[in-house]
Nanobody, 112 residues
Framework: QIQLVESGGGLVQPGGSLRLSCAVS????????MAWFRQAPGKQRELVASITFDRKTFYAESVKGRFTISRDNTKRMVYLQMNSLQSEDTGDYYC??????WGRGTQVTVSS
């Protein structure tokens, strides 16, 4: 059974940091491209960052320089380090494998 389980969301003040984690099971993890998406209230889901099986990374313009995606193939984990958070970063964050398998999401709220 394929499972992606996100964690690490929460409430943080503007300028703060959070680290999201995604635990993956049921697939040969190291072969998969992984990504983080987010969906803000009333908006469509958007790609935040991705990392290929060979560790090439991509970032949405809105998060470049603030977010870092990484993966640990041994632990079957993918991470999203989020710094200098802004209210616009508020939303539900989803982990995806090859954009075919999805987690249930973790909520991030940036508010004072």
């Amino acid at each position: 059974q394929i499972q992606l389980v996100e964690s690490g969301g929460g409430l943080v003040q503007p300028g703060g940091s959070l680290r999201l984690s995604c635990a993956v099971s049921g697939i040969f993890f190291r072969d998969y491209d992984m990504a983080w998406f987010r969906q803000a209230p009333g908006k469509q889901r958007e790609l935040v960052a991705s990392i290929t099986f060979d560790r090439k990374t991509f970032y949405a313009e809105s998060v470049k320089g603030r977010f870092t995606i990484s993966r640990d193939n041994t632990k079957r984990m993918v991470y999203l380090q989020m710094n200098s958070l802004q209210s616009e970063d508020t939303g539900d964050y989803y982990c995806a494998a090859d954009r075919r398998h999805w987690g249930r999401g973790t909520q991030v709220t940036v508010s004072s």
